[in-house]
C-alpha cells in the first residue's frame, strides 16, 4: 500500500515555507505523494451543510485555501521524487481546455508526478461563483472529462457535445504521462464507480464511515470494473487519523485511536484493497496555528505504523 500525506495549504499553516518543510520533509521520510484540496469560498450563510461536519459548518482554517495547482507547481520545484496529487479537484470550477492545459503544465514541470483526482461537487454556493449550473453536474462531469482527455491524447483536438465546444485545434502542451496523468474519481454510489471505470484507474474516497461500509464499496467498484471490462481499480482512500493518548475502546472510529489502534486499522484497511492511504491529520492544515512542527511530528509517526 503506497501512502500520502496532505499539504498544510489551509489557513494560518499555509505559508511557503510550512510548503517546503512539508513537502521536503515527507520526501525524506518515504511517502509516495503529497495531496492538496480545492475549495473556492467560505459562504458566510452556506446553501448547502459541509458533509463531514456534524453541524454542516465549514472548519474556519477553509477562510484561506492555497489554489491547489498552484500550490503543487511551487512544491514540485523543491522536491525531486514524491508525487502530486489532488483530492480534489471539483471539475465544475473550471472549463476542460483551462484545466487540461494547467495539468499538462504541472506534469511537464514535474517531470511526470501528477496524480489526478476528481470530483462533481457539492457545495452550491462555490457552483454559483463559479458560474456553473449545480443541475447536470454529474452528466457536466462525464462530458468535461471526455473533452480533456481528448485535449490530452488528440492532435489536433476538437468537441462539440451538450456542455463544451472546441473547434479543431492544435492544443499543447500534453502531458508527459502517457496516454495521460491518472484520473481517481470521488464520491460515492453507482454513478461514481461507472466514472471510474470509464475514465479512471480508480476511486478516491475521502470519508469512511465505517469499515464494513468502505469494504462494502471496494467490492461494488471492482464489480463494476469487471463489468466494464477493466482491471483491478485502485482505491486512493484520504483518511483523518486522529490520535488520542489513551483507547476510546469501542466507542472510537476508524483511524481513530491509539497510535497501535490505528496502525491495526491501517493493516484493515490494506487487506480489504486500500492501495493508496493518504493521511490528513488535525495537525497538518486543519488547527488554527502557523506552526508546522506538530505536523511534522505526527507526520514521522504515522509514516512508522503505515509500513
Known amino acids: 500500500m503506497k501512502l500520502g500525506i496532505s499539504l498544510p495549504q489551509l489557513g494560518p499553516q499555509a505559508t511557503p515555507e510550512n510548503l517546503i518543510r512539508a513537502?521536503?520533509?515527507?520526501?525524506?521520510?518515504?511517502?509516495?505523494?503529497?495531496?492538496?484540496?480545492?475549495?473556492?469560498?467560505?459562504?458566510?450563510?452556506?446553501?448547502?451543510?459541509?458533509?463531514?461536519?456534524?453541524?454542516?459548518?465549514?472548519?474556519?482554517?477553509?477562510?484561506?485555501?492555497?489554489?491547489?495547482?498552484?500550490?503543487?507547481?511551487?512544491?514540485?520545484?523543491?522536491?525531486?521524487?514524491?508525487?502530486?496529487?489532488?483530492?480534489?479537484?471539483?471539475?465544475?470550477y473550471h472549463t476542460p481546455i483551462e484545466l487540461a492545459r494547467r495539468i499538462s503544465t504541472l506534469d511537464q514541470l514535474s517531470g511526470g508526478r501528477v496524480d489526478l483526482g476528481i470530483g462533481v461537487g457539492w457545495s452550491r454556493d462555490e457552483f454559483e461563483a463559479a458560474g456553473t449550473p449545480f443541475e447536470k453536474r454529474g452528466a457536466r462531469a462525464d462530458e468535461f472529462l471526455r473533452v480533456m482527455i481528448d485535449l490530452w491524447t488528440k492532435d489536433p483536438v476538437g468537441f462539440d457535445g451538450q456542455f463544451y465546444r472546441i473547434p479543431e485545434s492544435k492544443v499543447g502542451p500534453k502531458p508527459r504521462q502517457k496516454p495521460h496523468p491518472p484520473i481517481y474519481v470521488a464520491g460515492f454510489g453507482q454513478y461514481t464507480f461507472d466514472r471510474a471505470a470509464r475514465f479512471g484507474v480508480g476511486w478516491n474516497p475521502a470519508l469512511m464511515m465505517s469499515f464494513e461500509e468502505l469494504e462494502a464499496q471496494i467490492k461494488q467498484l471492482q464489480q463494476t470494473s469487471e463489468r466494464a471490462g477493466r482491471g483491478q481499480m485502485e482505491v486512493a482512500l484520504r483518511a483523518y487519523p486522529i490520535v488520542?493518548?489513551?483507547?476510546?475502546?469501542?466507542?472510537?472510529?476508524?483511524?481513530?485511536?491509539?497510535?497501535?489502534?490505528?496502525?491495526?486499522?491501517?493493516?484493515?484497511?490494506?487487506?480489504?484493497?486500500?492501495?493508496?492511504?493518504?493521511?490528513?491529520?488535525?495537525?497538518?492544515?486543519?488547527?488554527?496555528?502557523?506552526?508546522?512542527?506538530?505536523?511534522?511530528?505526527?507526520?514521522?509517526?504515522?509514516m512508522e505504523i503505515s509500513r
Open 23 to 92: 513537502a521536503q520533509r515527507a520526501e525524506e521520510l518515504g511517502y509516495d505523494s503529497v495531496w492538496t484540496l480545492e475549495r473556492i469560498l467560505w459562504p458566510i450563510n452556506p446553501q448547502e451543510p459541509y458533509p463531514p461536519a456534524p453541524d454542516g459548518k465549514l472548519p474556519e482554517v477553509y477562510q484561506t485555501v492555497f489554489d491547489p495547482i498552484e500550490t503543487l507547481t511551487f512544491v514540485a520545484a523543491h522536491t525531486t521524487r514524491i508525487r502530486l496529487g489532488t483530492s480534489v479537484l471539483v471539475l465544475g
Open 244 to 302: 488520542m493518548d489513551q483507547s476510546a475502546g469501542g466507542a472510537r472510529s476508524p483511524m481513530m485511536g491509539t497510535l497501535s489502534e490505528i496502525a491495526a486499522d491501517i493493516g484493515r484497511l490494506r487487506d480489504m484493497g486500500v492501495t493508496q492511504l493518504l493521511h490528513s491529520p488535525p495537525e497538518i492544515g486543519f488547527i488554527p496555528t502557523p506552526d508546522i512542527e506538530p505536523g511534522l511530528r505526527r507526520m514521522e509517526q504515522l
